[in-house]
């Protein structure tokens, strides 16, 4: 092949260098395999250690009374039932030994009295079951999988973006197109697999607790190459995210607050989750807020606190309570743990909110009550795969962790993040080194297609007028939040689709300054087509999802309607062009087999 | 709200100046939300790393008013009066404006031997919490590089890296070390080829860890007294030899095959 | 660029950023090597005059008190004023008796880990204070002779300890009025506050906490050991405040003997 640019060639590429892509490196490289893994950041920066109050796995180390048939149905429950059932369940049963294997491999989680790995509660599993390093989880997932990664000699590409993937002339993915942040060179790789391992969406929202880097490269990038999306419109509002000060608006306060006894109060003191209750969860929520205390000491001596109701219906509580006047003086709520636990607890169990506080908000949780509110923080849609394999609908591209959808349904379960991406990280590098090992490699590396990549990308050098990216993002970012935000409805998701159109004829028309050696505007106006591909299609969703579940609630469909939950929307783009025509089509749940359907049964 | 000046370095290998910008400041901001303000208005090609604006990635590193600090975490409000000083990491070749080469910090990482531990028993390893807090600290690390920056070991002293490791990998061997299931011993790579001993423990590693590791009196110290129960201390040279302790070497580790 | 990550190869070289300037701090970052210099200055100057005295050191049975200054115990020489001897005397040595014990506390001080921070900083230059830059165009660190001696700090430790235990006696020889009987005077807290110190300084040691329990992989396997090190490492963090304390105390003990011992000063009985 005769690239014109600097040329890699390797047998797998993983793009993203978070939990997921890692752990598939690791599996992809552990078969022998030549790996090469893209990030646009420097390695170990990925989003992942912003995940902070740990990972699922039904392990029993605290409770025995766990396994993974509760964690399943916690899962499938949490997600409203729209989850891929069998993504569900490899993952339920998976999770024990990804987090073991962590383990050989250098991480150091908190331990129980008896020398086991320490499990700790979070909303919506039944049991404590996240196993955790005080409430910086994420980082030290990412530390012992970039540690392996290193130890093993593999090949990570940092600061380098991605553009677009490339195709054979068979329409099998054959590798990428990429440059180099560093210097603004155009870099390509051919590969016999790609693995999209890219992260969320979170920043076309103006309150997110997203990096930069969430932009949404994934899923564009596989809807580009002719992939499905899946669930686009699921999109999780974590319930306390900081809201003041404004510099900081949106950043994550762990759920782990709330699992080690934090409540949520308005303004006036009241502890309104218990007026929040669904009809779902009533069961096994705790009716006052005696009950609720005694749970935190022993699990059957009471049920839980309604603050660990799962994320969204916490989120839309919140929301609620802002809206009827009952808000903080910043239009948050408190989140109260000063009055409950020592400060010499709080201070062990959350270090990093305790820094995050004090020295962001000048705030001592020890001694006073956070303001917290919903922030952008997850998408449960994503490029739809095989649960076994990871593999898309096109050839030679595969995908996981929070690229890919499926796993999750309508809302994801605090923890079960983390243990997603290492499940489905190694499962789509086993699907990759099969699909190698099945012979069925690319032919041909379309350089065409390279070529209208990299065109696109300078075209915002060449235009003599035009935009500022930063002004297209932050006007995408306000209208995202307020019309395709933690409550939506018809009249302002038309507004947001039509709005889009315009984005992206505005992102046509960018002009940028300076050079290509490292210059963020012109890196922004690069990410900025992925954000509208993504935002259509959350949009596109939406729009069709004419009831509330989940990650997506509507205010003139406010309740769930059990037609729309037998199928996934799923969004198609033909062309291949980020402002081209994406089509939106229904898709039928897969077929829980008849023992699973009986777990969640049961457990009513 | 007052007006402040901001002092950016703008430049790359080729040389480059401060360039004043002046800005508005809002309440409770910190330095990088100025910066952003800078790229978004003024200059969009002014080049700078960050992820997480949450203190929790570390990528954000620079010198402000000639302190190695985290951008996402150092409020406006309580620098001193006046100007502030916005320069790129000194230890690291320049990229272009607040940028640096930090590949230094990533060839070291590669050369530390992996964890070596027995294999794992059904149900996980057993360890308790007293015998991992100490490995745990170190683990909190979020590789900033503002240790390494400030280190005048290099940052005064650029053949010293040729042979020197640096505090982040100095509390990452010390992790290892205390790690209660590795089996490796490292002390003799940690003196020989990483430059333990041209620490001399100033503490402004400590001082600029915006994670608060204590990374001289927890790590660096604790390490170079290892060192001399290997190398210097003629009695405990002697202990260990009655104990004939049979250690696996560092390239051993190096060359493990993956569990 | 060495962007690909598996390169274990450093790459010396490269244009930094910023001006090359010593340093960009505007702060009064001079204000910290400026204090220790004074006051190590302030002390050396002092133990020596004082070491080289030879007289002064012991308050005996003439003036019914048992005070002996710590610069001068164990007091070993032929000259020692009688009384003020535990009883080996070593008669070659002729010069002030100070000397000949000096070099054991000066040696476990030198060496402290806090000191060569200190030192390192304020009297070398390497580095005057953190992003400053370093005094010297060389630096090998304590790679090299001299400065690879700071290797046997804990030897000096080990003596510091012998130390302790002796001037621990003296304060407790210092209950002792002799021709009065049992008592407490302003000179027997100085002296017992100085040993309680100098244990303090010692037993807060890097080097102790190492031996202790620190060179251990697993403490729950040893938890003796965990505690001893539990304990230290609670005393670890005021190293710094107990060496300034014990060294400035240590001086003004032998201030206070010496004037009660030349006369200027009566030593004051409270009971």
């Known amino acids: 092949m005769n690239s014109p640019y600097e040329h890699h060639d390797y047998d797998i590429l993983v793009i993203g260098a978070g939990g997921a892509g890692l752990r598939a490196a690791i599996e992809a490289k552990q078969r022998g395999l030549s790996v090469a893994i893209i990030t646009k950041s420097l390695l170990g920066k990925a989003h992942t250690v912003m995940a902070e109050g740990g990972m699922a796995a039904a392990m029993g180390n605290v409770y025995s009374e766990d396994n993974w048939k509760v964690h399943f149905r916690d899962t499938m429950r949490g997600g409203k039932m729209l989850n891929n059932y069998r993504m569900a369940e490899l993952h339920a049963k998976e999770s024990p030994d990804r987090v073991w294997e962590l383990e050989q491999w250098g991480a150091l989680f908190d331990r129980t009295a008896d020398g086991k790995i320490l499990q700790r509660d979070f909303g919506g599993h039944r049991f404590a079951r996240l196993a955790h390093v005080g409430d910086r989880t994420g980082l030290e997932l990412i530390r012992t999988l970039q540690q392996k990664v290193v130890s093993m000699g593999t090949d990570v590409f940092m600061e380098c973006k991605v553009l677009r993937l490339v195709h054979d002339e068979n329409g099998r993915v054959a590798g990428a197109v990429a440059y180099w942040r560093p210097t603004g060179e155009f870099v390509t790789f051919s590969a016999k697999a790609v693995i999209l391992a890219t992260g969320g969406v979170g920043k076309s929202w103006k309150f997110t607790s997203n990096s930069w880097e969430s932009t949404g490269d994934g899923h564009a990038m596989a809807l580009w190459a002719g992939a499905e999306l899946i669930d686009m419109e699921c999109i999780q509002f974590h319930p306390t995210g900081m809201v003041w000060p404004l510099s900081v608006r949106g950043l994550l306060v762990t759920e782990g607050v709330r699992g080690d006894g934090g409540v949520l109060r308005n303004a006036e003191g009241e502890r309104f989750m218990f007026n929040y209750v669904a009809d779902m969860f009533r069961a096994e929520t705790a009716e006052s807020e005696e009950e609720g205390d005694r749970w935190y000491e022993d699990h059957s001596a009471g049920r839980r606190p309604p603050e660990l109701l799962p994320r969204d219906e916490v989120a839309r509580a919140i929301n609620t309570e802002v809206k009827a006047g009952r808000g903080s003086p910043h239009g948050g709520v408190f989140l109260d743990i000063a009055t409950r636990r020592s400060a010499e607890f709080i201070r062990r169990r959350l270090p990093s909110m305790y820094h995050q506080f004090m020295e962001l908000a000048g705030v001592d949780i020890t001694r006073e009550a956070m303001e917290i509110g919903p922030t952008c923080h997850y998408i449960m849609g994503g490029v739809k795969v095989d649960a076994e394999t990871a593999a898309t609908s096109v050839a030679g591209l595969f995908a996981a962790g929070e690229v890919a959808g499926g796993m999750h349904g309508a809302n994801r379960l605090g923890g079960n993040s983390l243990s997603d991406l290492v499940v489905f990280g190694r499962r789509a590098g086993i699907g990759a080194a099969e699909y190698i090992a099945g012979g069925a490699g690319p032919s041909g590396f379309d350089l065409a297609e390279v070529q209208t990549a990299v065109k696109d990308a300078l075209a915002p050098f060449d235009n003599e007028t035009g935009e500022n990216p930063y002004d297209v993002q932050r006007d995408l970012q306000e209208m995202m939040q307020t019309n395709v935000g933690i409550i939506r409805t018809q009249s302002e998701l038309e507004t947001a689709k039509e709005a889009l159109g315009e984005f992206a004829a505005r992102v046509r028309n960018l002009k940028v300054t300076g050079g290509r050696a490292y210059n963020p505007g012109w890196n922004l106006a690069t990410d900025l087509p992925s954000m509208i591909s993504v935002s259509r299609c959350t949009t596109l969703g939406a729009l069709e999802r004419k009831e509330s579940r989940g990650g997506h609630t509507r205010e003139d469909f406010p309740k769930a309607d059990p037609e729309y939950g037998k199928y996934n929307f799923v969004h198609s783009l033909s062309g291949g062009n980020f402002d081209g025509e994406i089509r939106t089509e229904r898709s039928a749940l897969l077929e829980m087999p008849e023992e699973l359907a009986q777990l969640l049964e049961e457990a009513k | 709200m007052a007006n402040v000046t901001v002092r950016v370095w703008r430049g790359d290998a080729s040389g480059g100046d401060f360039e004043a910008y002046a800005l508005e400041k809002n309440e409770g901001e910190v330095v990088l939300d100025l910066i952003h303000r800078i790229q978004a208005t003024e200059a969009g090609d002014l080049a700078c790393r960050w992820n997480c604006k949450a203190g929790k990635c570390g990528s954000c590193s620079a010198e402000i008013n000639g302190k190695p600090s985290l951008m996402c975490m150092t409020r406006v409000d309580e620098l001193p009066e006046g100007p502030i000083t916005v320069a790129p990491m000194r230890t690291f070749p320049i990229i272009r404006d607040l940028v640096t080469d930090v590949s230094f910090n990533f060839a070291m990482a590669a050369k530390v031997p992996a964890l070596l531990p027995p294999p794992m028993p059904e149900g996980g390893y057993v360890m308790y919490q007293e015998d991992v807090q100490r490995g745990q600290e170190f683990r909190k690390c979020i590789e900033c590089f503002l240790c390494q920056d400030v280190c005048h070991v290099i940052r005064d002293h650029e053949d010293n890296k040729a042979h020197y490791a640096g505090p982040r990998f100095f509390i990452r061997y010390a992790e290892l070390e205390m790690h209660p299931l590795d089996t490796n011993d490292r002390r003799d790579l940690v003196r020989e080829e990483m430059g333990l001993g041209y620490c001399n423990i100033t503490k402004c590693c400590t001082e600029v860890c915006p994670e608060h590791i204590k990374i001289t009196d927890n790590a660096i110290i604790p390490l170079k007294e290892r060192v001399v129960d290997a190398h210097y201390d003629p009695i405990a040279w002697l202990g260990r030899k009655i104990r004939r302790r049979t250690k696996r070497s560092a390239d051993e580790a190096a060359v493990q095959p993956a569990p | ?271």
């Not at chain 3, 133990?47 to 001068?72: C, E, M």
């Not at chain 3, 209950?175 to 040993?195: E, K, M, R, S």
């Not at chain 3, 620190?214 to 490492?233: E, I, L, M, N």
């Not at chain 3, 003997?257 to 409270?270: F, I, M, P, Q």
């Open chain 3, 1 to 271: 660029m060495a962007t690909v990550e598996h390169s274990s190869k450093v790459v010396l070289g490269g244009r930094r950023g910023g001006p090359d300037v010593a340093t960009l701090r505007q702060d009064r970052w001079w204000v910290q090597p400026v204090v220790t210099v004074s006051i190590l200055t302030s002390f050396i100057i002092y133990s020596t005059w004082a070491a080289f005295q030879n007289k002064n050191y012991y308050v005996g049975a003439s003036a019914h008190r048992d005070l002996i200054s710590p610069f001068y115990s164990p007091c070993l020489a032929n000259s020692c004023e009688p009384g003020a001897s535990h009883g080996l005397i070593l008669h070659f040595w002729t010069i002030s008796p100070a000397l000949l014990i000096l070099l054991f506390p000066l040696g476990f001080r030198m060496t402290c880990y806090y000191y060569r921070r200190s030192y390192y900083r304020a009297f070398w230059w390497s580095p005057p204070a953190c992003a400053v830059a370093d005094g010297h165009k060389e630096y090998s660190g304590e790679t090299r002779f001299p400065l690879i001696i700071q290797n046997a700090h804990r030897y000096f430790f080990y003596f510091g300890l012998v130390l302790n235990v002796i001037l621990t006696y003296d304060a407790i020889l210092a209950f002792n009025q002799p021709g009065i009987g049992l008592g407490v005077t302003v000179g027997t807290l100085v002296l017992v506050v100085n040993a309680a110190l100098l244990w303090l300084y010692s037993l807060s040691c890097h080097a102790c906490r190492h031996i202790v329990g620190g060179q251990v992989k697993s403490f729950k396997k040893h938890p003796v050991r965990y505690a001893f090190w539990t304990v230290v490492s609670k005393l670890n963090p005021k190293h710094m405040n107990l060496a300034w304390t014990s060294l400035i105390f240590v001086a003004l003990t032998d201030v206070y003997v010496r004037l009660v011992a030349s006369g200027a000063l009566t030593d004051y009985r409270l009971f």
